[in-house]
């Protein structure tokens, strides 16, 4: 059974550093075209897409967003870690994190996301 | 960036009702459209993907079509638990998002 859950803190000031863990099981992000997607919500608006991390180190970000964003992986600890700098209140959103089995696929498991709000 | 465009923005409906959420994109995507229902406090579910495939475990009631710019989800007889909020998503050029249609109860 694969799942995905997102950590990290509920509260972080403006111009900080975010820093978001998804744990993984059921999958490994070694085996061919596997991949780990970064989404986020914020209230009452639409899903965004933030970042993909693929098997082989590939990685991708929203061209919004790229400069701020940073994505890597431990596959020894099963884990893909977003960082978003320079924090601000528009970036108050749940994070999702969600695996894809390749490139030119959708997401097929979703974590349940982690509430992030950006206040002073 | 392509953009997606779904409508309608919220879908009153009845058990047993059929009914379809159309989404749009900005250029053509070819087949590369998948739709997600989420319900609230949980992540979106995948349940149709390349415009019409339906994800493994997806009951058949559940149906997508369309090709290049235009695209439909249908239900064909709304049963309790289908009652959530529903996500196109183009997976053509990087990834993008309708704005989501919330199915309520009529």
């Known amino acids: 059974q694969v799942t995905l859950r997102e950590s990290g803190p509920a509260l972080v000031k403006p111009t900080q550093t975010l820093t978001l863990t998804c744990t993984f099981s059921?999958?490994?992000?070694?085996?061919?075209?596997?991949?780990v997607s970064w989404i986020r919500q914020p209230p009452g608006k639409a899903l965004e897409w933030l970042a993909r991390?693929?098997?082989?180190?590939?990685?991708y970000y929203s061209s919004s967003l790229e400069t701020r964003l940073t994505i890597s992986k431990d596959t020894s600890k099963n884990q893909v870690v977003l960082t978003m700098t320079n924090m601000d209140p528009v970036d108050t959103a749940t994070y999702y994190c969600?695996?894809?089995?390749?490139?030119?696929?959708?997401?097929?498991?979703w974590g349940q996301g982690t509430m992030v709000t950006v206040s002073s | 960036d392509i953009q997606m465009t779904q409508s309608p923005s919220t879908l009153s409906a009845s058990v047993g009702d059929r009914v379809t959420i159309t989404c749009r994109a900005s250029?053509?995507?070819?087949?590369?459209l998948a739709w997600y229902q989420q319900k609230p406090g949980k992540g979106p579910k995948l349940l149709i993907y390349?415009?019409?495939s339906l994800e493994s475990g997806v009951p058949s009631r559940f149906s997508g079509s369309g090709s290049g710019t235009e695209f439909t989800l249908s239900i064909s007889s709304l049963q309790a638990e289908d009652f959530a909020i529903y996500h196109c998503?183009?997976?053509?050029?990087?990834?993008?998002f309708g704005q989501g249609t919330t199915l309520a109860i009529k």
């Open positions: 969600a695996r894809l089995r390749g490139v030119g696929r959708p997401f097929d498991v």
């Open positions: 059921g999958f490994s992000l070694d085996t061919s075209t596997m991949c």
């Open positions: 991390i693929d098997w082989d180190d590939d990685k």
């Open positions: 250029e053509s995507i070819s087949n590369s």
């Open positions: 390349k415009a019409s």
């Open positions: 998503q183009q997976y053509h050029d990087k990834y993008s």
